[in-house]
């Protein structure tokens, strides 16, 4: 905004940045009246319902508060969206100059100068087909002065467990012992501060939860015969960042522990199966940003992360494994933002803007060589309304702590055996792996996004995607001969050729190639919503909302997978994994002041599983084009019927109601001849339905 100190002179003009602006300018910006229609309980709901806006490359985006870099943005995740004076979404290019992967976008969150709230927000959520209730209670306290802001919030959640019984299962009268889903509680707690200290912003944040959910797995004689899973964490981050000279930078450090406890028992005489793990993890990385030089198109910033890590995994089994795992690692990374060409100057700017963006990094672990990384990025915008940027990738993994040594854990699950012709119910087996190879992956990303109005207005967008592995991991394939044949160690049968259990750890692979094509439209029709237009007497209700619609395509063009030399290419679109090759989503948001719906949903094509046994196709699984659509919608009575200035108990009230599958439709599955194998029938499939959820929220 522009203004002038009452001293100065008049010819004189005074350019002043608004409070918390980001180092970029907002590709798109929203203010609390625009914020509100979307009636989410929390930013974090706020920052998916506004996904298609957003339009990033799956992965969340990264969250700025007030212009800045947050070690841990969870806390403000959860704050009302009533604490936020504006949100700005930030173009592609923010993410390099913040430090951020150069396909991952950037929203900055404004917070208000001055806000306070309790907020109270019980959850209800059942089955239209009954059988489990599952609630929640969250209650959060907010405040914001200036650059003080804390918070504190604990959230209590339960599920009731789902017994096989209370389905129209194929079913004997153990099923009265046996559980589709497992019972579950929890108790999670998160507090945190940010303040100014001197000339630095500091933030202090933890969390801690508790949860345990029972499984019933039948009887051995009047024993019930149970799945317990209980956990425990706890973690522990600071921030504090400010300029140093003529640098911005950014300090965070974290601690993490994790317990966890898993008891499997069994009918005599086989033992139950018990395991523990526990984990401790250390963070510490130091971001820091400088303007290296000024070039004609504007300013070459430079961005340089450092970071350690030390991480512990212990785990016991009850069949007398101990496993001990420490890791120290670190992390450095160096990533430059090249203006070459502007629009806005006269060096070469006919051609548009044009900018680069390198990345490198290495990662140095304890336990294995030097691992490298880089991208390189050339973003070009011939004219304002459409922007093109192509990047390469090469990385070479560093396998987490988890993947390779996570404890051993195990469930019962019922699968359909394509041998016998039967649902099995066998021993899921889950864990890490340490048998795993590091691997390296080239990416290669090609994207276009046309704006033809030259605002949010209409957003086209296409994106194509390719990636190489070479070596590195990949979870156990779908259950099939060919599977089974090639892991005949993990999938265990009886002397009467029964499923007993399956392990499905992840596996090494030696290739895996993949390629999309990802195509969207995003149409946004904005009414008016300051008071002087919004006084017209006889103003239609659409003067004042908003739609957003969004509707995307993904074009799946190859996917393989090589587990060893040697062994056939598995092409999980052509009978082996079961992959659809085109998928849609759509995703609809209308909202006006106290009032908004949402729709979305989701298409698959349909696939063939082939059946490598019978050549002749009898035995291949069809799976039919499928559609599935959730509805919603929210009220605040106080917004839409005002009490003329007088507070009631409808005062900052807000009523969602949510209704997930709501044509409680699932994904069919036949054979060749029609009919519909065992183990696939509607509740085999999805035991839990269509359900309602019903949320209100108070604030005081």
Known sequence: ???????????????????????????????????????????????????????????????????????????????????????AILPPEAAVRYGYPADQRVVNLVLKQHFASWTLAPTLTLPTAGGRDAETLAANRVAIDGPTYWNAGVRLARARRMLRSERPLVSDEEDRYKSLFPSSRSVEFNAGITRQIGNFSGSLSLGAGVSRSRGLLGRDGSRLLQDKQDSRSFNLSTTLGGAIGGFQTNFSASYARGRSENLFEAKAPAPGRASSSKSDSWNAQLFVNKTVATLPAGSLTSNIMIGGSRSILRSESSEGTSIAFRRNQLTTQLSLAIPVTSRDTPFLGAIGNISVDLVGGLDIASDEKRRSRYTAGLSWSPVAALDLRASLSYSEMVLSAELLNAPRTETTMRLYDYLRQETAELVWISGGNPDLRSGSQRALSLRATLRPFGSQLATFTTDYQRQVGRGGVAPLPQLSATTERIFADRIVRDADGRLVSIDVRPIPIEHDLSSQLNSSVTLFFAGKTNAADSAVPKARIWDKGQITMSLTHNWQLQSELLIASGLPVLDRLDGVGGQSRHMLSLQVNAGWPGLGANLNGNWQSAVRVRDATRPDGQGDFLYPATAQFNFGFFVEPQRLWPTSGKKSWLSKLRVAVDVQNLFDNYRRVKLSDGSVPAGYRRYEIDPLGRTLQISIQKQF
Do not use: Q, W
């Open 1 to 87: 905004m522009y203004g002038m100190p009452a001293d100065a002179d008049p010819r004189d003009i005074v350019v002043t940045a608004r409070r918390g602006e980001a180092l970029v300018e907002p590709e798109t910006e929203l203010d609390e009246e625009r914020i509100g229609m979307y009636g989410a309980f929390t930013i974090g709901e706020l920052i998916r319902d506004l996904a298609p806006l957003i339009a990033g490359p799956g992965k969340p985006p990264a969250l700025l508060v007030n212009g800045k870099r947050v070690g841990d943005s969870t806390g403000v995740e959860g704050f009302p969206p009533e604490a936020l004076e504006r949100l």
